[in-house]
């Protein structure tokens, strides 16, 4: 049973455009999210998170957006560029529990 | 260098034969965690050390599977009798101790069984 979904394995957008990425969970102990970008042949590495007592995080052209009502949380990358072109993984982490359950990733391509 | 370095990169494995694959995580970081990767999944959770502590290892899928960290730095995820499938991707991540979720991966070992 997957706890943590992300149900787009691909997602095309133009350079300059916006690339909305979603994710969706089913655990209400989680209170706490991350995204995650992975190229190939690399590890994953830390992009945003954002805690449950915010709806909004937001670093640079990343913004995180979380309703816990849906359970749900999308990043939104705003201009998209091709060096975004990576996967992006959701994840989640129930209280003091220290490891990340994580979605199956979305392999985003910025198209020039 | 100055990230989570592991090894081999790639390992190619006999079905029945015992592999171990190292990770030297950041330097100073306390925390330390093994996933495995599974061909177009996300990692999932195998164990987790605090120092040289294995706290929890819960993910660990069968017996087969054993983790140390004997001087809380370098840490070994062993595999004894490997079946086709372990094949995966492992990955090994370190974090300071009052990290707030933010993981440091290495780049992975990649495990073929054949």
């Known amino acids: 049973d997957q706890q943590v979904k992300q149900n787009s394995p691909s997602l095309s957008v133009q350079e300059g455009r916006i690339s909305i990425l979603n994710c969706d969970y089913t655990?209400?102990?989680?209170?706490?999210f991350l995204w995650y970008k992975k190229y190939p042949a690399e590890g994953p590495t830390f992009l945003i998170s954002i805690s449950s007592i915010k709806d909004k995080n937001e670093d640079g052209r990343f913004t995180v957006f979380l309703n816990k009502s849906a359970k749900h949380l999308s990043l939104h990358i705003v201009p998209s560029q091709p060096g975004d072109s990576a996967v992006y993984f959701c994840?989640?982490?129930?209280?003091?529990?220290?490891?990340?359950?994580f979605g199956s990733g979305t392999q985003l391509t910025v198209l020039p | 260098g100055a990230g989570v370095s592991q090894s081999p990169r790639y390992k190619v494995a006999k079905r029945g034969q015992d592999v171990a694959l190292r990770c030297d995580p950041i330097?100073?970081?306390?925390?330390l965690f093994w996933y495995q990767q599974a061909l177009g999944q996300g990692p999932e959770f195998l164990t987790y050390?605090?120092?040289?502590?294995?706290?929890?290892k819960s993910g660990l899928p069968s017996d087969r599977f054993f983790a140390e960290r004997p001087e809380g730095s370098v840490s070994t995820l062993k595999i004894q009798r490997t079946q086709q499938e372990d094949s995966a991707v492992y990955l090994c991540a370190s974090s300071p101790i009052l990290n707030t979720g933010e993981l440091f991966f290495g780049e992975g070992s990649r495990l073929t069984v054949l």
């Open positions: 994840a989640a982490r129930a209280g003091s529990a220290r490891q990340l359950t």
């Open positions: 330097s100073g970081h306390v925390s």
């Open positions: 050390f605090q120092n040289e502590a294995q706290l929890d």
């Open positions: 655990n209400s102990m989680f209170d706490y």
